[in-house]
């Protein structure tokens, strides 16, 4: 296997993605805090499939498994079955609609959320009330913005390395 | 380097199935048995410097806080903190008679129960407070004597139980988590319920209070000492609303934390120091 090095946008961006994901925030703002390290892997996952796989996804949702407490391997799928819906259709993404880009984003969320919350429901932490699915809108809600900040970085950082 | 049109023979569902097996198998192991147990502490401890990273902003936050503090609002805390300290400790000298009488007054009636507990003082590394979640890491683990089961508090009250013990650090879930059940009574009239956590920070449900039952808005509630989790008489939670219905035979209680659990940075574990230990605490 050839060692390729992986751009710094990518570790940077996951390591800030990690950080707002967990920091601390009041309840009503928690509630509502966006998936931003599931958006920030579906995001490498259709722009760089080549530099990130699901393999990648596997290791990034453990980790998160081991931070959080949860069951191991419980991040660990739902991330890769984001990412698989990512890596599936980054072709097609290209060539979506805007409306069609964000449906897709929906059902990847919504299959993180689902299994993210039937998981948690196996270690007696059941979710309880709608407050549950507001990261599903607010992830939604901010999609396009990130991308783009995103995909701006990754430009950006490979011109200037070309240049 | 140009973006990849198409990818170079990879199988992403082969690939997606793999590792989908592998997660559930890990989670299986994880469910039914205690076999990952060793490698989850392993790995904790390897990423322990990132739940400091994690932390950094909130604590550089509070550095820049008191950084920007000025001086005459220094002399005003300090002066008040000076007044606190003074009142508290002559509090103190009355409680240490009280307690030596009660200690003489118990050892008359033959009880055997000695309330004395070590404390440890640990610091918040970090939160997860969400609606499946609610717990603090804190930065003092096995090496510090921390075990599984001692109870946490803040200087106000019961914050929750140690569930998981690494190295450096450990892991607490606190009374407001939807897997947490405190055994409580009320303190006027040592009526006995459950307070059981919600998802949220803010409140409790009290449950098994039957409606006919003596509770008012503003009762304190303190950990009743059943089930042996928890020592008695520690403060858990006022009661805010309560609320009966027809068609239920127990009544619909809320309390509010007593300790400031979406607040506090500094926690306290309790541990039975050695005399509580080795006595029992069985009666009520």
Redesign the interface.
Same mark, same amino acid.
């Given at each position: 296997m050839i060692f390729t090095p992986k751009p710094l946008p990518l570790y940077l961006s996951l390591v800030a993605a990690i950080i707002l994901q967990l920091i601390p925030l009041p309840d009503f703002v928690a509630d509502a805090r966006p998936l931003w390290l599931p958006m920030t892997v579906l995001f490498w996952s259709i722009n760089m499939p080549a530099h990130f796989n699901i393999g990648s996804a596997w290791v990034i949702g453990l980790l998160l498994d081991l931070i959080t407490g949860s069951l191991m391997g419980q991040h660990a799928l739902a991330m890769i079955t984001m990412s698989y819906i990512g890596i599936r259709l980054y072709k097609q993404y290209r060539l979506y609609s805007i409306l069609q880009r964000l449906l897709l984003v929906f059902a990847a969320v919504l299959a993180w959320q689902l299994i993210d919350s039937r998981l948690w429901g196996l270690s007696g932490h059941a979710p309880t009330g709608w407050a549950f699915w507001l990261p599903l809108i607010s992830s939604l809600v901010l999609w396009t913005w990130y991308q783009g900040l995103l995909s701006w970085v990754d430009e950006h950082w490979r011109r200037n390395r070309e240049g | 380097?140009k973006?990849?049109? =198409?990818?170079?023979g @990879?199988n992403? $569902?082969l690939? =997606?199935a793999i590792? *989908?097996l592998? @997660? *559930?198998?890990?989670?299986y192991?994880?469910?039914r048995t205690q076999q $990952?147990d060793a490698? /989850?502490s392993t790995?904790?401890t390897v990423?322990y410097p990132? #739940?400091v990273?994690?932390d950094f902003? *909130?604590r550089a936050g509070s550095w820049v806080n008191e950084a920007l503090v000025n001086r005459s609002s220094l002399i005003e805390r300090n002066a008040r903190l000076r007044a606190e300290n003074l009142k508290l400790s002559s509090q103190l000298r009355t409680v240490a008679s009280l307690k030596y009488e009660n200690d003489e007054l118990q050892r008359l009636l033959h009880s055997a129960r000695q309330l004395n507990h070590d404390y440890t003082l640990g610091r918040l590394l *970090?939160?997860?407070?969400? /609606?499946? #979640?609610q /717990?603090i890491i804190i930065d003092k683990g096995g090496r510090d004597g921390i075990e599984p089961g001692l109870p946490v508090l803040d200087g106000l009250g019961l914050m929750g139980e140690i569930? /998981?013990v690494y190295p450096y650090h450990s892991?607490a879930m606190l009374i407001s988590?939807? %897997?947490q059940s405190v055994p409580v009574r009320i303190l006027r009239n040592g009526l006995r319920g459950i307070a059981s956590g919600? %998802?949220? @920070? @803010?409140h409790l449900d009290v449950l098994y209070l039957p409606i006919t039952a003596d509770i008012v808005e503003g009762d304190m509630l303190v950990t009743s000492g059943l089930g042996g989790k928890y020592p008695p008489n520690l403060p858990v939670a006022t009661i805010t609303q309560v609320s009966t219905s027809a068609d239920s035979p127990f009544a619909a209680v809320e309390a509010c934390p007593l300790a400031a659990l979406?607040q506090s940075r500094s926690v306290l574990m309790l541990k039975p120091s050695v005399e509580a230990a080795t006595t029992d605490s069985d009666d009520e």
């Amino acid at each position: 296997m050839i060692f390729t090095p992986k751009p710094l946008p990518l570790y940077l961006s996951l390591v800030a993605a990690i950080i707002l994901q967990l920091i601390p925030l009041p309840d009503f703002v928690a509630d509502a805090r966006p998936l931003w390290l599931p958006m920030t892997v579906l995001f490498w996952s259709i722009n760089m499939p080549a530099h990130f796989n699901i393999g990648s996804a596997w290791v990034i949702g453990l980790l998160l498994d081991l931070i959080t407490g949860s069951l191991m391997g419980q991040h660990a799928l739902a991330m890769i079955t984001m990412s698989y819906i990512g890596i599936r259709l980054y072709k097609q993404y290209r060539l979506y609609s805007i409306l069609q880009r964000l449906l897709l984003v929906f059902a990847a969320v919504l299959a993180w959320q689902l299994i993210d919350s039937r998981l948690w429901g196996l270690s007696g932490h059941a979710p309880t009330g709608w407050a549950f699915w507001l990261p599903l809108i607010s992830s939604l809600v901010l999609w396009t913005w990130y991308q783009g900040l995103l995909s701006w970085v990754d430009e950006h950082w490979r011109r200037n390395r070309e240049g | 380097m140009k973006k990849p049109l =198409f990818l170079p023979g @990879s199988n992403p $569902l082969l690939r =997606f199935a793999i590792f *989908a097996l592998l @997660s *559930a198998a890990l989670i299986y192991l994880d469910y039914r048995t205690q076999q $990952l147990d060793a490698i /989850r502490s392993t790995l904790n401890t390897v990423i322990y410097p990132l #739940q400091v990273i994690v932390d950094f902003p *909130a604590r550089a936050g509070s550095w820049v806080n008191e950084a920007l503090v000025n001086r005459s609002s220094l002399i005003e805390r300090n002066a008040r903190l000076r007044a606190e300290n003074l009142k508290l400790s002559s509090q103190l000298r009355t409680v240490a008679s009280l307690k030596y009488e009660n200690d003489e007054l118990q050892r008359l009636l033959h009880s055997a129960r000695q309330l004395n507990h070590d404390y440890t003082l640990g610091r918040l590394l *970090a939160v997860s407070m969400n /609606r499946v #979640q609610q /717990r603090i890491i804190i930065d003092k683990g096995g090496r510090d004597g921390i075990e599984p089961g001692l109870p946490v508090l803040d200087g106000l009250g019961l914050m929750g139980e140690i569930t /998981r013990v690494y190295p450096y650090h450990s892991e607490a879930m606190l009374i407001s988590d939807t %897997g947490q059940s405190v055994p409580v009574r009320i303190l006027r009239n040592g009526l006995r319920g459950i307070a059981s956590g919600v %998802g949220v @920070s @803010s409140h409790l449900d009290v449950l098994y209070l039957p409606i006919t039952a003596d509770i008012v808005e503003g009762d304190m509630l303190v950990t009743s000492g059943l089930g042996g989790k928890y020592p008695p008489n520690l403060p858990v939670a006022t009661i805010t609303q309560v609320s009966t219905s027809a068609d239920s035979p127990f009544a619909a209680v809320e309390a509010c934390p007593l300790a400031a659990l979406d607040q506090s940075r500094s926690v306290l574990m309790l541990k039975p120091s050695v005399e509580a230990a080795t006595t029992d605490s069985d009666d009520e």
